[in-house]
């Protein structure tokens, strides 16, 4: 399947300073489909040495004793039977079981800049984390992070775009053609990509999910993978936690994540999910599940904002799960409610919410919300180019009932509202209505700091 994370692979292959790479990620969004089966067919067909640290237990346990590049790439070439040099990519996947190789990233920048390294896994930034507080401890090396030698990149879920691009890539190129020119589509069209948003929200982005779908043409063999990655991710929250009853309260926050949208205010509540708790008691969890990139977690901004956005209460926040499949999954809503010709009114709002927040993540933008008096919300506020943009997402039409307090306090370039309905531009308030199936465009331009109304 084609993901929009090639290119960028693409273009860290051929930067002038290229330095090994990371490639961060959650478990089962693709990271090693995308480095070894598509990036290293198409730069490096027959040139790539895969090394899968889980395991091939030699190469682990040489690299556990030494982070010296020369002598790694000395030991592999040797092991392998291939010779390494700048036309040979080297992969090193599932490092969270080799930390060592993360430290020996920093002398492949010294020394080997010429070799393409990629290092990928889950899990790698907590397990780094464990490393780190290991320091000085008995029978541990000091853990050396390689700030300042290594390229970085996070994949997350398919986007929306993506999806698209790989399940009807007419309706693609229509879709993306229409949001280039600034125009709607014609009737019959929006229908038809509005139900490829309905079936997205039930499906997600987690690639096996997908290619189920795409490969069957049905919504429940996807719904089945996605009960048992959800399931993998609660028992994965076992590893690297300082305790028995951190586990819990990481399993109880990322299972909560649906009815803590759902009540009357979105914002993370913790005596929701143990009486008589404080937010600092979830600290470490939500660290976690957002370390892990499990969740995404977007933080409050309050009536006169400031640029650079920062959060006036830490204590103020909502939470996302990374993946809008597996958010429907957790709601427990029947998958017929998806194709159902009264979809509209059986999805609540906060599924749209949670959408446009990975539409937004997967693109790298932060997240924050705005609530001013009296009830007045906008569901995110993004900062692109220096300029403001609040985004409302209504699951219908409906009306931007808060922008005009919003902009009592603050000046924006432009509000965004998010719906249901097709393109359109007004321009004296200023206010761009862009179709569900437009976001994740609108999500790039805005990181490259590039929309145009």
Same mark, same amino acid.
């Given at each position: 399947m084609e993901?929009?994370?090639l290119?960028? &692979?693409?273009?860290?292959?051929?930067a002038?300073?290229?330095?090994p790479?990371i490639?961060?990620?959650?478990r089962q969004?693709?990271k090693?489909y995308?480095i070894?089966?598509i990036?290293?067919?198409t730069?490096?067909? =027959?040139?790539?040495?895969?090394?899968?640290?889980k %395991?091939?237990?030699?190469?682990?346990?040489?690299?556990?004793?030494?982070?010296d590049?020369?002598?790694?790439?000395?030991? %592999?070439?040797?092991?392998?039977?291939k !010779?390494?040099d700048e036309?040979?990519?080297?992969i090193?996947?599932e490092?969270?079981?080799?930390?060592?190789?993360?430290?020996? &990233?920093?002398y492949?920048?010294?020394?080997f800049?010429?070799?393409p390294v990629?290092a990928?896994?889950?899990?790698?930034?907590?397990?780094?984390?464990?490393?780190?507080r290991?320091?000085?401890?008995?029978?541990?090396h000091?853990f050396? #992070?390689?700030?300042?030698?290594?390229?970085? &990149?996070?994949?997350?879920?398919?986007?929306?775009?993506?999806f698209?691009?790989?399940?009807?890539r007419p309706?693609? =190129?229509?879709?993306k053609?229409?949001?280039?020119n *600034?125009?709607?589509?014609?009737?019959?069209i929006?229908t038809l990509?509005m139900?490829h948003v309905? *079936?997205?929200?039930?499906?997600?982005?987690?690639?096996?999910?997908v290619?189920?779908? %795409?490969?069957?043409?049905?919504?429940?063999?996807?719904?089945?993978?996605?009960k048992?990655l959800?399931?993998?991710?609660?028992?994965?929250?076992?590893?690297?936690?300082?305790?028995?009853?951190a586990?819990?309260?990481s399993r109880?926050? #990322?299972?909560?994540?649906?009815? !803590? &949208?759902?009540?009357?205010? *979105?914002?993370?509540?913790?005596?929701?999910?143990?009486?008589?708790?404080?937010?600092?008691?979830?600290?470490?969890?939500?660290?976690?599940?957002?370390?892990?990139h499990?969740? +995404? !977690?977007?933080?409050?901004?309050k009536?006169?904002i400031?640029?650079?956005?920062?959060?006036?209460?830490?204590n103020?926040?909502?939470?996302?799960?990374?993946?809008?499949?597996?958010?429907?999954?957790q709601?427990?809503?029947n998958?017929a409610?998806f194709?159902?010709?009264?979809?509209?009114?059986?999805?609540?709002g906060? #599924?749209?919410?949670?959408?446009?927040?990975?539409?937004?993540c997967?693109?790298? @933008? *932060?997240?924050?919300?705005w609530?001013?008096?009296?009830s007045?919300e906008?569901?995110?506020?993004?900062?692109?180019?220096?300029?403001?943009?609040?985004?409302?997402?209504?699951?219908?039409?409906g009306t @931007?009932?808060?922008?005009?307090?919003?902009? =009592? +306090?603050?000046?924006?370039?432009?509000?965004i509202?998010?719906?249901?309905?097709?393109?359109d531009?007004?321009?004296?308030?200023?206010?761009?209505?862009?179709?569900?199936?437009?976001?994740?465009?609108a999500?790039?331009d805005l990181?490259?700091g590039?929309l145009r109304?």
């Open positions: 993901r929009n994370a290119k960028q &692979l693409i273009e860290w292959n051929q002038k300073r290229r330095k790479l490639v961060w990620g959650a969004v693709g090693t995308l070894k089966d990036f290293a067919e730069c490096y067909k =027959n040139r790539t040495i895969y090394i899968d640290c %395991i091939e237990d030699e190469i682990r346990a040489f690299c556990n004793r030494s982070a590049a020369k002598k790694i790439i000395e030991f %592999i070439s040797l092991f392998k039977g !010779q390494i036309n040979t990519l080297l090193f996947d490092v969270q079981e080799c930390p060592n190789i993360i430290s020996a &990233l920093k492949f920048c010294q020394d800049r010429h070799i990629i990928t896994g889950s899990m790698v930034r907590i397990k780094l984390e464990r490393e780190t290991k320091r000085g401890t008995a029978n541990h000091k050396l #992070f390689p700030v300042g030698k290594i390229d970085q &990149l996070t994949i997350y879920p398919m986007s929306f775009d993506e698209l691009m790989n399940s009807n309706l693609f =190129n229509a879709v053609a229409a949001y280039e *600034k125009e709607p589509l014609a009737d019959d929006h990509a139900d309905y *079936k997205y929200l039930l499906i997600g982005g987690m690639p096996e999910a290619d189920a779908y %795409i490969e069957e043409n049905s919504l429940f063999p996807a719904q089945e993978i996605l048992a959800y399931d993998n991710y609660l028992s994965d929250m076992d590893l690297y936690q300082a305790s028995r009853e586990v819990l309260r109880a926050l #990322f299972s909560n994540i649906y009815q !803590q &949208l759902n009540k009357e205010s *979105k914002n993370f509540s913790p005596s929701f999910l143990e009486a008589n708790r404080k937010t600092r008691d979830f600290e470490a969890s939500v660290h976690w599940l957002t370390t892990a499990i969740i +995404h !977690q977007s933080f409050q901004l009536e006169h400031t640029l650079p956005l920062i959060s006036d209460n830490s103020h926040f909502r939470l996302f799960l990374a993946d809008i499949g597996m958010f429907s999954y709601s427990g809503i998958a409610s194709i159902a010709n009264d979809r509209e009114n059986t999805l609540s906060i #599924f749209y919410e949670n959408f446009v927040a990975n539409e937004l997967a693109k790298g @933008l *932060k997240l924050f919300y609530r001013g008096k009296a007045a906008l569901e995110f506020i993004i900062e692109s180019d220096n300029k403001l943009y609040p985004i409302d997402v209504k699951k219908g039409r @931007l009932n808060s922008l005009s307090k919003f902009s =009592n +306090h603050n000046k924006f370039e432009a509000a509202k998010v719906s249901n309905g097709n393109y531009y007004h321009v004296e308030q200023r206010l761009l209505t862009i179709p569900f199936y437009f976001i994740s465009f999500a790039e990181a490259k590039t109304v």
